[in-house]
């Protein structure tokens, strides 16, 4: 009788143990992500503490300058984004649509023109035309990631199954209403891919601030390479993996927490 109830429990424990390890296997790489960026800035910190600086090392290589383009670099990437995101996302979702479909290759190519251009080149020519500063590079930061945000929500979208939308129409859905509730959701890890792509590919040429008097962790790399110093060239270097590793990892908690389940 003893045996007998033990067993149920046994089960019990041993479905929850396996519930447990799929869900750690699953989530495993966004636990060893903010560990390995959290040893990287504890590396980095205990090298600059010990490392003996010169004159010129320690213009930049202090705290009140490393946050100052820690800051500037974190607006640069996230005013960047959130207008590629803005903007792309209802385009992508526009462009779906049965009377501008027709326009989607055109569209495609000119994304694909835009982030072929040089990004340093089309900075300074922004620069050149615009003037300088943080609103200028933000906005060419922009016109240069469009692409991967555009491209992916016009993906995400074409491919859902037509039948499914029909059944919803159907039922007697909108057109608005089966796309708010029917195909966003679907598309949404697609999407989400693109805006991950986005936000990394926003952090690498936000370095590039610099040349418009926008700020950010190039005001570190460049001086580094024009007066050859490695130390600030590695420092604003791993800076900048370190807030590359660290908005990756928000976007795939964000890509966890809104993905619809069972996808």
């Not at 040893?39 to 980095?44: C, E, N, R, V």
């Not at 490392?51 to 010129?56: G, S, Y």
């Not at 692409?147 to 995400?156: E, Y």
Request: proline residues 5%; glycine residues 8%.
């Amino acid at each position: 009788m003893v045996k007998a109830m033990a067993q149920p429990n046994l089960t019990a424990g041993s479905m929850y143990s396996q519930s447990a390890r799929l869900i750690f296997k699953r989530h495993r790489s966004l636990i060893i992500q903010p560990i390995l960026i959290l040893a990287i800035s504890l590396t980095l910190a205990i090298v600059l503490s010990n490392a003996t600086l010169d004159v010129i090392e320690e213009v930049t290589i202090n705290p009140a300058f490393i946050f100052a383009a820690i800051k500037d670099h974190l607006i640069l990437s996230f005013a960047s984004a959130a207008i590629i995101m803005a903007v792309a996302v209802p385009a992508g979702i526009a462009l779906t649509r049965q009377k501008l479909k027709k326009f989607t290759p055109l569209v495609l190519i000119l994304a694909n023109i835009g982030q072929a251009f040089p990004a340093v080149g089309l900075l300074i020519l922004s620069g050149i035309l615009f003037g300088f500063g943080k609103p200028i590079a933000i906005f060419t930061f922009a016109a240069f990631g469009i692409l991967p945000i555009l491209r992916n929500t016009i993906v995400g979208l074409q491919e859902i199954d037509p039948f499914i939308i029909e059944s919803a129409k159907g039922m007697g859905m909108t057109a608005r209403q089966a796309l708010r509730q029917i195909e966003l959701p679907l598309a949404v890890p697609v999407i989400l891919a693109g805006v991950r792509t986005t936000l990394i590919l926003t952090v690498g040429v936000a370095t590039l601030g610099v040349f418009v008097n926008g700020g950010g962790l190039g005001t570190l790399i460049i001086p580094g390479l024009k007066l050859n110093r490695e130390l600030v060239i590695v420092t604003g270097g791993l800076l900048t993996v370190i807030v590359a590793f660290t908005m990756d990892w928000l976007a795939r908690v964000a890509e966890e927490l809104l993905r619809p389940r069972g996808i």
